[in-house]
């Protein structure tokens, strides 16, 4: 049973990309800032609206790392080849921490697959499939905009060649621009999917999800994964939601986040916001039911 709850937002502006993890008795919140890497904790969901944000990275001088941080993430991965340590993502970039999410971070490596032109390598996560990781991304694909690749991972910082796993061929994956981002695994009940958001963020209101179900195979095999969608659509007032990530409370109650803007245009600029709300499943337990965009001054349960 819920033990309190909280509205929407949850960070009002610069809540783009949201990615969150619960770890060591604190909720982790990061977002994008465009200028640096900034890391928001809080050991409930609500106070995560009036806590400090600690910035663990700042644009250094390499004109390479120049200028923009989009979808940050936090990942602890520990492996026969490399340290136990935490990690974040930063487009192509690997920054390394040191036990926790909200130390400072050092710029650790390039993350770029063997196989890939230098070219557009953003939105980047983690997988993990039988004990192996894998870098999932979004990158150019030369047939239809922007797409899902995968790589395997010899360590947290180093890629193997990428596989094509979805590219925007939906008609709700093509309003504005052929979108395919901000890829991001969920697991439940030994069930694998990834989400990914579809459609242009500028523009259009038409941003929104799409769903990914591994089947089983080789993951870095286009055949081993089942695509439907959309989801999370706009609704009550927030528009273009997506780019979403997803964590899960002490108790085990999986919480999606994602941001969504005021502007019925579509916006992809710092007036979005981030929004939670829990998930739900489906009578066969490990079907995801995605949930409507809640209006802002809704109650939305938390639950420990």
Not at 255 to 277: E, K
Request: charged share 10%; hydrophobic share 30%.
């Amino acid at each position: 049973a819920p033990t309190g709850s909280f509205t929407n937002p949850i960070k009002g502006s610069n809540g783009s990309d949201p990615f969150m993890v619960y770890y060591g008795g604190y909720y982790y919140l990061l977002t994008t800032t465009w200028s640096d890497v900034e890391i928001t904790r809080a050991t409930t969901i609500d106070g995560l609206k009036t806590a400090a944000p600690k910035v663990v990275w700042t644009q250094d001088s390499v004109a390479a790392r120049c200028c923009n941080y989009w979808a940050p993430e936090v990942h602890k991965i520990g492996n026969r080849q490399g340290p136990t340590g935490t990690y974040v993502y930063q487009n192509v970039h690997v920054l390394e921490g040191g036990s926790t999410p909200y130390d400072t971070y050092t710029y650790k490596a390039q993350l770029a697959p063997t196989n890939a032109p230098n070219d557009w390598v953003i939105d980047g996560t983690i997988l993990k499939i039988r004990g192996s990781n894998y870098f999932v991304f979004s990158g150019q694909d030369t047939t239809a905009g922007q797409a899902i690749w995968i790589t395997p991972l010899t360590n947290a910082w180093t890629a193997g060649a990428r596989s094509l796993i979805s590219h925007p061929l939906e008609s709700w994956e093509r309003d504005g621009w052929y979108v395919n981002e901000g890829p991001q695994p969920l697991y439940h009940n030994g069930a694998i999917y990834l989400t990914y958001s579809a459609s242009l963020c500028a523009s259009t209101n038409s941003y929104s999800l799409g769903l990914l179900k591994y089947n089983g195979g080789d993951p870095t095999s286009i055949n081993s994964w089942t695509k439907t969608g959309p989801y999370l659509t706009s609704a009550n007032g927030n528009y273009g939601p997506g780019h979403n990530g997803f964590f899960t409370t002490p108790g085990g109650v999986t919480y999606i986040v994602f941001h969504a803007t005021p502007d019925s245009a579509g916006d992809c600029g710092g007036n979005r916001y981030t929004m939670i709300q829990p998930m739900s499943w489906a009578s066969d337990g490990v079907t995801p039911i995605f949930p409507v965009p809640a209006p802002l001054s809704a109650s939305i349960p938390a639950y420990p």
